[in-house]
C-alpha cells in the first residue's frame, strides 16, 4: 500500500515556476515508478511525465519537454515536479501516482493522491 500527497501548486504568472512535491507513505515506494498527471476543467487527465522506481529513466509529454523536471529522492520517499516557463493551458489539477513500470496512460497506475491545484495566469 502506498499513499501519496501532493503539495506545492498555486498561483502563478505566465513565465513563472513552481515545484510539486508529492510525499508517499510505506517503505515500497523505491519500488514503483511515479507519474504525474493532469487534469483541466472539461478535459480528460493526461500524462505530464514519468520517472523509472531507480530514477534513471524520465519520460515526458511533449507539451512540456524542456519546461518540465520530473526527479525523485527515493531516501525522502518523495516524487518532485519542476516546473518552468509555465503557460495559461497548464492550468490543471495535478495528480501523482503509482505504477510497477512507466506508463503513459492512467491506467495500471495503482496509487493516486490528491491533486493540487495549479493555475496560471496570462
Known amino acids: 500500500q502506498v499513499q501519496l500527497v501532493e503539495s506545492g501548486g498555486g498561483l502563478v504568472q505566465a513565465g513563472g515556476s513552481l515545484r510539486l512535491s508529492c510525499a508517499a507513505s510505506g517503505r515500497t515506494f523505491r519500488n514503483y515508478a511515479m507519474g504525474w498527471f493532469r487534469q483541466a476543467p472539461g478535459k480528460e487527465r493526461e500524462f505530464v511525465a514519468g520517472?523509472?522506481?531507480?530514477?534513471?529513466?524520465?519520460y515526458y509529454a511533449d507539451s512540456v519537454k524542456g519546461r518540465f523536471t520530473i526527479s525523485r529522492d527515493n531516501a525522502k520517499n518523495t516524487v518532485y515536479l519542476r516546473m518552468n516557463s509555465l503557460k495559461p493551458e497548464d492550468t490543471a489539477i495535478y495528480y501523482c501516482?503509482?505504477?510497477?513500470?512507466?506508463?503513459?496512460?492512467?491506467?495500471?497506475?495503482?496509487?493516486w493522491g490528491q491533486g493540487t491545484q495549479v493555475t496560471v495566469s496570462s
Open positions: 501516482a503509482a505504477a510497477p513500470v512507466i506508463l503513459i496512460t492512467a491506467i495500471g497506475y495503482n496509487y
Open positions: 520517472i523509472s522506481s531507480s530514477g534513471g529513466n524520465t
